[in-house]
């Protein structure tokens, strides 16, 4: 029976928006309400968790619960320091991905045997050469150096490929995923053939949030694949929504996210553009969800939503000049730049990293 390879663009988006976390040593938010978002069968968090809680971030632990790409993250509540200096925030882009099921001879061999497919994600070899150098990193700030070499019908990956297998336990029936990101830089991570499971659930909440609260260090998990949210949000982003005065019948749109394709997938992924009108505004700079938002009826999204999902269209009079129902498709990730929170802010690969 042919092997089934249970990685999709869901599972890669997963792996996305982990590599998209605040990493340790720098200043975010943490949303008790958005951390039980993860488990829909737990109440929701009292009243006083509703307000972010300023921490900065000390580890963060990459790993696979069950079939989910995960991190666990460790926070430090504490004052936030005096306004840093203006930072770059990666727009959102379009993230390219190959999934290959490890093999006895991939596991064995000093080389990984590339698939025709999965080369057209590397870099075009120069026309005087059949070898160029390859690094691959992972979303916990690893790196191997390959030598990809392309001869005839045969394509490989060599030199570090013996030390990635044995560095991420890579075991057969392993699948292996290759992820292009929008700057040009290569993520490779895994799913294993044994899942281990993991039951974190309401304990965790009622203790994070309790920490959070007093003071003292704890630990999180995020599952990204879960459609909720992050609740550790960076403090620049959470302090630019703040910083907007946020009214009544103000017409609104959800920002863009990542797009994730298949390398053979032709076209873009993304759907419409939410569009909506701000309802009701819940008083307080950081609380979750603190906007009510009556969307247009082409859109199902959740009328409450944090005020870092969405930007002013215009005015309030403008909702009187809206014309369509019909809404436009997301524009081009290849753009020199968006538009976040009256910031232009450029892809990945323009001057700026995630």
């Known amino acids: 029976m042919a092997a089934q390879f249970p990685v999709d663009g869901r599972w890669v988006s ?3 928006a982990l590599s998209r976390l605040p990493p340790p ?9 958005g951390h039980a978002e993860q488990w829909p069968h737990l109440p929701a968090a009292p009243e006083g968790h509703a307000h972010g809680v300023p921490c900065e971030v000390t580890a963060v632990d990459y790993f696979t619960d069950g ?4 991190a666990r993250i460790t926070l430090l509540p504490r004052p936030h320091n005096p306004p840093p200096a203006a930072i770059d925030i990666p727009a959102p882009g379009r993230f390219v991905f190959y999934a290959k099921q490890i093999q006895q001879g991939d596991w064995q061999r000093s080389y990984f045997q590339v698939p025709k497919e999965c080369e057209r994600l590397f870099p075009p070899h120069q026309a005087a050469g059949d070898k160029q150098d390859l690094l691959l990193h992972d979303i916990s700030g690893n790196s191997w150096n390959m030598e990809h070499t392309h001869r005839g019908a045969t394509r ?3 030199r570090d490929w013996q030390d990635l297998v044995h560095e991420k336990g890579v075991k057969v029936r392993d699948i292996i995923v290759f992820v292009r990101c929008p700057d040009g830089r290569i993520l490779v991570d895994l799913r294993r053939a044994t899942p281990v499971n993991r039951d974190w659930g309401g304990q965790e909440v009622a203790q994070a949030s309790q920490l959070a609260i007093e003071g003292g260090a704890f630990t999180v998990t995020y599952y990204p694949g879960r459609g909720g949210e992050s609740f550790v949000v960076p403090r620049a982003v959470v302090d630019a929504a703040a910083e907007r005065e946020w009214e009544v019948d103000t017409p609104v749109r959800l920002l863009p996210k990542d797009e994730v394709v298949h390398v053979q997938q032709q076209g873009s992924a993304s759907g419409v553009i939410a569009r909506g009108t701000i309802g009701a505004v819940v008083p307080g700079a950081t609380t979750w969800r ?3 938002v009556d969307w247009d009826g082409s859109t199902s999204s959740t009328p409450a939503v944090n005020k870092w999902q969405v930007e002013p269209e215009g005015t309030r009079d403008a909702k009187r000049r809206r014309l369509s129902k019909t809404v436009p498709p997301v524009a081009s ?13 450029v892809p990945e690969g323009s001057g700026s990293r995630s």
Do not use: D, H, M, N
């Open 290 to 292: 603190s906007l009510q």
């Open 156 to 158: 490989s990956l060599s």
């Open 67 to 70: 079939e989910e790409p995960c």
């Open 25 to 33: 040593g720098t200043e975010a938010f943490y949303f008790a309400r």
């Open 333 to 345: 990730t290849a753009q020199r730049g968006v538009k976040l929170f009256g910031k232009t802010l």
């Open 14 to 16: 997963s792996v996305v």
